[in-house]
């Protein structure tokens, strides 16, 4: 129209003018082509999963109308086949995706009957989830659904000749779709969704991580033969104290756990060793095998500690009493000494009052009493405890 009108006539701003006299002309402006479009605007990424639901019908396709609502954050699909699409029908669909899936805080959708009806609102108020509608016959408002519409519809397109019920192919596409890699986060819906993927036929073929663990545990066993031992075996027990046999005879007691036993040494007094710290042996218990760790007093101060007042008293005069009867039978052997050369009764109190300063704890223990030994480190207290016995 511009080109013609400057062929005959021209005046001051005619352009203007020209667009002036298109845009007043009624015919024109209803039969015009569309504008162009906007640009496009994105939705506001939701700060967890199931925070904004995209939900959306499809259908009539393959006979049967489709209820779809995608995640926002995961995009998560959920589809339920649906036979009628009445709100009433629409709202028991929504709950029960509810129960499963949780109560989200937003839901877009489009101006379907089924969605603006008084009782989908209300169903939504009583939950408190915010609704939020698309322009009319703008399907692009509510993308995230229309577009996941078009790939379902595609795979199920593409499996019409496959066995199964529609039903069974909606549930393989869904499986093969929340574990693959979406184009817009590069991760999965589920693995977003639920923080792993969902396991699958080809999951099934890797080796379990149990299989594995089990495997190197074996490996790192350093012989084939097992060693268990009974209780009642003739054993040899491994000995760390200075100056001593590196193995002395015992017998098996008890077992206190898959390889830890405990083993008597002496009558009364038992030690608890790993099965490496014990060698099968045709040794039996020596009667007159004298323990001389101070292990042995101060597992008994030990014990003392958690037994009641009366037990405590017997225990330290006890105690106390075979102190006095290793003085009583050092003295005597001063004595007998001292007999023979005043020298050497001189030399032998000199002992005595070496021995006694060094505090050592060397005490047979008699048959009676019941010690457990116990090689850990036990408190100060407990030290002091003992040096007050050895005084």
């Known amino acids: 129209m511009k080109s013609v009108a400057r062929n005959h006539v021209w005046w001051k701003n005619i352009d203007e003018d020209l667009d002036s006299l298109v845009k007043s002309c009624g015919g024109c402006a209803r039969n015009k082509s569309s504008s162009t479009e906007a640009p496009i605007h994105p939705w506001e990424f939701p700060k967890k999963p199931w925070s904004r639901v995209h939900i959306d019908f499809a259908g ?196 206190t756990g898959p390889v830890s036993y405990r083993v008597e040494i002496a009558p009364g007094v038992t030690w608890r060793r790993h099965a490496d710290q014990i060698r099968s042996s045709n040794l039996g218990l020596s009667s007159d095998h004298s323990v001389s760790d101070s292990s042995v007093v101060k597992a008994s101060i030990f014990e003392n500690d958690n037994k009641p007042v009366s037990e405590q008293s017997s225990s330290s005069q006890s105690s106390s009493s075979l102190s006095s009867c290793s003085q009583s039978s050092s003295s005597q052997s001063s004595c007998s000494q001292s007999s023979s050369s005043q020298s050497s009764c001189t030399q032998s109190s000199s002992s005595e009052t070496s021995v006694s300063d060094k505090r050592t704890s060397v005490v047979e223990v008699p048959k009676s009493e019941d010690i457990t030994i116990s090689e850990k480190r036990y408190p100060t207290r407990n030290r002091k405890k003992v040096e007050k016995l050895n005084l």
């Open 60 to 255: 009539p396709f393959q006979g049967h109308m489709y209820f779809v609502a995608v995640d926002a954050y995961s995009k998560w699909p959920v589809v339920k086949i649906m036979h009628k699409t009445t709100a009433t029908h629409t709202v028991e669909v929504l709950r029960a995706i509810f129960a499963n899936c949780g109560i989200c805080d937003e839901i877009v959708c489009d101006n379907g009957p089924q969605f603006v009806s008084d009782e989908f609102r209300s169903f939504l108020v009583k939950n408190c989830v915010k609704v939020r509608y698309s322009a009319p016959y703008h399907p692009k408002t509510n993308g995230l659904a229309e577009r996941f519409v078009q790939s379902m519809k595609q795979a199920l397109r593409a499996a019409k000749n496959d066995q199964g019920t529609v039903q069974t192919k909606l549930s393989r596409f869904l499986l093969a779709y929340r574990n693959a890699e979406h184009q817009t986060t590069r991760t999965s819906p589920a693995s977003l969704f639920y923080g792993r993927n969902l396991s699958t036929r080809l999951d099934k073929m890797k080796p379990s991580l149990e299989k594995r663990v089990e495997s190197q545990q074996s490996a790192m066993r350093r012989s084939t033969r097992d060693r268990n031992f009974d209780i009642g075996d003739n054993v040899t027990v491994r000995d760390y104290k200075k100056d001593q046999d590196k193995w002395i005879p015992g017998t098996i007691s008890s077992r």
